[in-house]
């Protein structure tokens, strides 16, 4: 059950990191496109890009999946699978980056040649939603700790104040069957069992 919570939690802070950075990715495209038309490149957009926490690197590639624009300059005419590209709609996919699992934002650009989709690629980290996973597993398992450690000192309460009055009555009764009569119960809970045990000496008392 925790472990289900849990893993839902991780899927909406995911989903909402991944809506975010496809605003930004959507607001970064406009801004391109209008930069392409006046044959200014909006590198002041792409280096906010680059300052988000939650992304990272930038990439905008032709229709053939080469990238001719980067963050990096040691990406430049590298190349990438340009099946999505050419669909030319917003897809993201799952890719690993150094080692590290993320998501990768394909947003098509209406840039260049007619027909032929240009696109800016982005990769999100997901540290912050393993940061965020991790923080709900130490709060739950300070929660669990917290109820363990309730439930531990509630047993002992019961059993001081229930448990050890009625072993007194079992000793009482087994003391009364062997013919001690002059047993005395000395029980004070301030309930139902301490009148118990009171109408047990009374008794204890008649039949002597």
């Known amino acids: 059950m925790r472990d289900s919570l849990l893993n839902e939690q991780k ?4 989903k909402n990191l991944i809506e ?5 990715a959507e607001v970064t495209a406009r801004s391109i496109e209008a930069g392409y038309a006046t044959h200014a ?3 002041r957009t792409l280096n906010q890009i680059n300052a988000s926490e939650d992304i990272l690197f930038w990439w905008i590639v032709n229709p053939k999946g080469e990238i001719y624009l980067a963050d990096n300059p040691e990406m430049y005419g590298k190349k990438i699978s340009s099946a999505y590209i050419e669909a030319g709609k917003k897809v993201v996919v799952d890719r690993v980056y150094d080692g590290e699992d993320i998501k990768f934002l394909i947003q098509p650009l209406n840039i260049g040649e007619p027909g032929k989709e240009e696109a800016l690629c982005i990769g999100i980290s997901l540290k912050s939603v393993r940061e965020a996973t991790n923080k709900m ?7 669990f700790l917290i109820i363990v450690a309730f ?3 509630l047993s002992i309460f019961l059993a001081r104040r229930f ?3 009625i072993t007194q009555l079992v ?3 087994k003391a009364i069957s062997r013919g001690e009569f002059d047993y005395h119960v000395a029980i004070k809970t301030g309930d139902e069992i301490e009148r118990l045990a009171d109408s047990f000496n009374t008794m204890a008392q008649r039949v002597k």
């Open 171 to 173: 000793k009482g009764t």
């Open 11 to 14: 899927q909406i802070i995911e």
């Open 20 to 24: 975010e950075n496809k605003q930004l």
């Open 163 to 165: 448990t050890g009055p």
């Open 151 to 153: 439930a531990c000192v």
């Open 41 to 43: 490149w909006p590198f």
């Open 137 to 143: 597993i130490v709060v739950s398992m300070g929660y």
